[in-house]
């Protein structure tokens, strides 16, 4: 059921509404708002909300700051965290310049477009995160120190998880914001955990997305906490990751069902993933620490932890079979290649030789857990889908394929991807660096 403007002001008069949100995002994915008073509402619905995106990274440059806000009805929610009276709303808002043309660098709205075109063409596309994260412990004066809060392991109880009470507190406040949690768990590293919640539309999941990493700080905050998405927060731990899973739709039918012939609508999907994985990686790992991961211990070379994976997987939630598709990166050539996969019940493993790693799994449908026979999963047969390629070893490099991709190419585009690229180069520009990068916080 879609919200209009009136339904939004309706609902703040009668529930005591007396700060609203207006949120966003930077080219760089960090949350940004600005706070109105409830009864600026209505003028912000009608005239939208001025602010200087020349203070906003990457957004503009000072001759042509002015930028407006927008806010969807559709993303009303209450922060459940803050006081129940004089209660705090918040909204996702659209990015337009001055004149209403859409701002280019809004990431948000440029999904919208995409989407739009998936409608055109008779698709729908479901997208569901899974995203890991730190909890540390915080000192006298409420900064974060390196200490886990505690040293459980993947899905121990109390008292080694001293997490469950966070995050039955997180669960609770997804719930209250619209997000449907489904499961949560103490994940391999000490003091790492997992909640997951429902998968839904491309653009909701983003905005969802959003609102999980935001409530989870929140949350770990007001307990004396402090949340990290990290990729590698610590050396001998295992990295956080964010898993991605899509499904595409077609009058109702998962087109991941069945057979997947390479020149089927799902087949070309997958194509146009492992065509352009060197300018994802960009985006899927965009800072230095993101490859800090690699190979640093022995949970980094499974499937699912390994950070070079441009997308962890393409889950249909169809059937109740696997079809993965493995590749082995080579740490010293950053050679990709096709691989055979092992399934042992819980766990995928490659079969690999030294100097090698798990780079991309890509999995086509579901299974549930449990024990089932070892076997392995052969790709001669499909060997004609992938061509051997290289990834991406360091962020300045994978900035720069993404510089010199078709997408980078579009003339409103250009800034922001230079200045994406000189932002991150300057944040490392050696491999020793990167290396010193492991050691780091951030």
Known sequence: MKHTAQDILN??????????????CDIFGNQKNISVFAGDLP??????????????????????????????????TILPWRPTEGRVMRMYCDITLPNGRPFAGNSRGYLQSVVKRTKAMGLRCDVGCECEFYLFQTDEHGNP?????????????APLDKA????????????DMGLRPQHSHHESGFGQNEVDFMYSTALKSADNLNTFKSTVK?????????????PKPMQDQAGSGMHVNVSIHRDGKNLFQGDIAPD????????????????????CNPVPNSYARLGANEGEVRLRLCEMMVCDS??????????????????DTLELRPAPIFDTGNCLWYAKTDGEVAACDWTFSARPFGPEPQRQLSLVDRAEWFEPAFLDGFV????????????????ERVPFIEEGLSRRVAAVSSVMEVLAFRQAWG
């Open 314 to 331: 393409i889950l249909a939630n169809a059937d109740r079979h696997w079809r993965n598709f493995g590749f082995i990166r080579n740490v």
């Open 145 to 157: 120190t390196r200490i886990p809060m505690d040293h459980g392991g993947y899905f121990d109880i």
């Open 218 to 230: 929140a949350i770990a905050d007001r307990n004396g906490l402090f949340a990290s998405f990290m």
């Open 43 to 76: 003028y912000a619905f009608e005239q939208g909300v001025c602010f200087d995106g020349s203070s906003i990274a990457g957004f503009m440059n000072t001759e042509e700051s002015d930028l407006v806000l927008w806010p969807d009805p559709d993303t009303m």
């Open 264 to 283: 089927s609508e799902a087949g070309h999907f997958v194509a146009g993933i492992l065509a352009h994985a060197r300018e994802l990686t960009a985006f």
């Open 396 to 411: 300045e490099e994978a900035m720069g394929v993404l510089a010199r991709s078709a997408f980078a190419s579009t003339p």
């Open 11 to 24: 609902y703040v008069e009668d529930n005591d509404v007396k700060f609203v949100r207006l949120a966003f």
């Open 164 to 175: 469950e009470n966070i995050r039955r507190e997180i669960c609770f406040a997804m719930e």
